[in-house]
Nanobody
Framework: QVQLVESGGGLVQAGDSLRLSCVGS????????MGWFRQAPGKERAFVAT????????YYADSVKGRFTISRDNAKNTVYLQMNSLKPEDTAVYYC?????????????????WGQGTQVTVSS
């Protein structure tokens, strides 16, 4: 079992930046690939970014490529999502997730553990 807790969300203006954090506890954090997903009101949960167990491999949704950066610090059991040049369409609840595989994908159904989410609201 892995417990995940996100933080760092908030209300910002378009063009601002935010950094989300997700701290894991329980089983060895470095054994898991990690991902970030988001869910806007009335929409399905959508893939944002993923990072391999050692941080060597990352992958992004086209909608955030070049603006968002996923990273991890296994010594701190933490994965980050640096979000720059935020747009109103980035408004959503952001979730981090852990996948038992060392390299994960974009499908939410493949992830094994989820955090409770943190709200990000971007005003125009």
């Amino acid at each position: 079992q892995v417990q995940l807790v996100e933080s760092g969300g908030g209300l910002v203006q378009a063009g601002d930046s935010l950094r989300l954090s997700c701290v894991g506890s329980g089983r060895t954090f470095s054994n898991y690939a990690m991902g970030w997903f988001r869910q806007a009101p009335g929409k399905e949960r959508a893939f944002v970014a993923t990072i391999s167990w050692n941080g060597d491999s990352t992958y992004y949704a086209d909608s955030v490529k070049g603006r968002f950066t996923i990273s991890r610090d296994n010594a701190k059991n933490t994965v980050y999502l640096q979000m720059n040049s935020l747009k109103p369409e980035d408004t959503a609840v952001y979730y981090c997730a852990a996948d038992r595989r060392l390299v994960a994908g974009t499908l939410a159904s493949r992830y094994d553990y989820w955090g409770q989410g943190t709200q990000v609201t971007v005003s125009s």
